[in-house]
């Protein structure tokens, strides 16, 4: 079975700090997501990747910035956190072909004081 | 744009009772249509898929057929039991080169089965 992994389950951190989180997938996975999701707004798209070091903005970027310098991980940057981003981040892998499933890890529940 | 549309939650069913989502598309092009299920405490996990008109998915008792006249893709299950409480999110690919890579999401419809 694919198997992605995010590091932490919960997170508190302060308003201001600089956030790292953590996504590995052990499936050789060419595509990466992170995605946030919030009560009454579904799940919006952040990032995605499609190859080392290959990424592209989604609907939400502003505020995150992405990293991926090895094919298994995908990690999410919030420069400067802010209370609105307390939320749950998802992340997800899937393979290149069209209709190929998307992967999902537990998620991080994220909150900014 | 593309747009997907789920019935607004939440659902409340009695064990047995027969279960229907509704979910309505638009999109240009031939899409591929998605149920996606997220429970309580998991990431989301796919739960069935239709690639083409006509086409039916199925899963753990659930179906949805991929109806292109009405541009719906309902989810369906004849019993439900207690463990089917989740979140069911409806997506949908456009598979156009350069685009299979994002799903579109409906915004979920949360159901909760009771014993």
């Known amino acids: 079975d694919v198997k992605v992994t995010q590091s932490s389950r919960y997170l508190v951190k302060r308003t201001g700090e600089k956030v790292f989180l953590e996504c590995v997938q052990d499936?050789?996975?060419?595509?990466m997501f992170w995605y946030r999701q919030d009560p009454g707004l579904g799940l919006r798209l952040i990032y995605f990747s499609y190859d080392v070091k290959m990424k592209e903005k989604g609907d939400i970027p502003e505020g995150y910035s992405v990293s991926r310098e090895k094919k298994e991980r995908f990690s999410l940057i919030l420069e400067s956190a802010s209370t609105n981003q307390t939320s749950m981040y998802l992340c997800?892998?899937?393979?290149?072909?069209?209709?190929?499933?998307?992967?999902f890890g537990n998620g991080t529940r994220l909150t900014v004081t | 744009g593309d747009s997907v549309t789920q019935m607004e939650g939440p659902v409340t069913l009695s064990e047995e009772a027969f279960l229907t989502i509704n979910c309505t598309y638009t999109?240009?092009?031939?899409?591929?249509l998605f149920w996606y299920v997220q429970y309580p405490g998991e990431g989301l996990q796919l739960l069935l898929k239709?690639?083409?008109a006509d086409d039916k998915g199925s899963n753990k008792g659930f179906e949805a057929t991929y109806r292109k006249e009405t541009t719906s893709f309902h989810l369906e299950k004849g019993s439900v039991q207690v463990s089917d409480s989740a979140v069911y999110f409806c997506?949908?690919?456009?598979?156009?080169?350069?685009?299979?890579?994002?799903?579109?999401w409906g915004l979920g419809t949360s159901l909760a089965v009771n014993p």
């Open positions: 499936m050789d996975h060419e595509n």
């Open positions: 997800a892998s899937k393979m290149g072909t069209a209709n190929s499933p998307l992967h």
């Open positions: 997506a949908l690919s456009d598979g156009r080169a350069g685009n299979n890579r994002k799903l579109i």
């Open positions: 239709a690639t083409k």
């Open positions: 999109a240009t092009g031939y899409p591929s």
